[in-house]
């Protein structure tokens, strides 16, 4: 039998927007416009946003006159998402394993830790070859992850938020390989009735990224470790933002 895939269910899940999309939109743009300072690209230039969620990411791109894609895995956040399309924003059910479009973009984006959830290694390598192989010759990856020595030191195992009246019941821990984080959700007035979700990532390390990047011919070109893109130190950086390119073929 296969394994449960628990991404899928939560992704659909009204309650992964109300936990995640409450986030800070000011500052994920700060930061989207902070990083494409840094990159320079060419004004004509075609982005993809890989796990785009309902696409915040991917207009703010837009926005800024790139022609941009995004693709996901949940059908929720694409039908969500494609009511903001215009002629250089599109978005596509999909799932980051699987092939999608060759030799096409110019600088792809993964942001806010939307990777490491799969069960396998190969999985894990099927994802990067898809990103690889949808840019062009020296296109670059820009890969935003949690840094798993930080994480792994300042994990907070018990907390409760309530957002839209909603109590969200957080228990975190870990194991050698990943990372878990159980989400308990209780409905308004009811007491009896509640939601249990939980997530797993995987604890992929600077060298981890390095080698299945370098085995779809992209190399590391420089390591960020917050948003305001400081330098990356392996226990005090809080993320760990990596800046990949292409090889020429």
Known sequence: MALKEWYKDWFNSPYYDILYYKRNEQEAAAFIKLLLSHLN???????????????????VLAEIGFDVTGIDISNNAITAAREHETAKLHFFW?????????????????????????????????????IAQSLKNNGVFVIDY??????KDHLVKNETT????????????????????QIQIEKPGRHDLKHLYTEKVAKFS????????????????????????????????????????????
């Open 41 to 59: 690209p060419q004004q004509e230039s075609y982005m993809l946003d890989v796990a785009c969620g309902k696409g915040r990411h991917s207009r």
């Open 94 to 130: 999909h799932d980051m394993r699987l092939p999608f479009f060759i030799n096409y973009f110019d600088f792809a984006f993964n942001f806010f830790t939307s990777f490491g959830y799969f069960h396998t290694e190969r999985e894990h390598n099927n994802a990067i070859r898809t």
């Open 146 to 151: 949690l840094n798993v020595h930080y994480a």
């Open 162 to 181: 309530t957002l839209d009246e909603i109590p969200f019941h957080i228990s975190r821990w870990q194991d050698d390989t990943h990372f878990f984080k």
């Open 206 to 249: 600077l060298g981890d990224f390095t080698d299945m990047l370098a085995y779809q011919d992209m190399q590391v070109q420089e390591v960020f470790g917050d948003y305001q893109l400081g330098s990356y130190n392996v226990r005090k950086s809080p993320r760990m933002i990596i800046v990949a390119k292409k090889a020429v073929r």
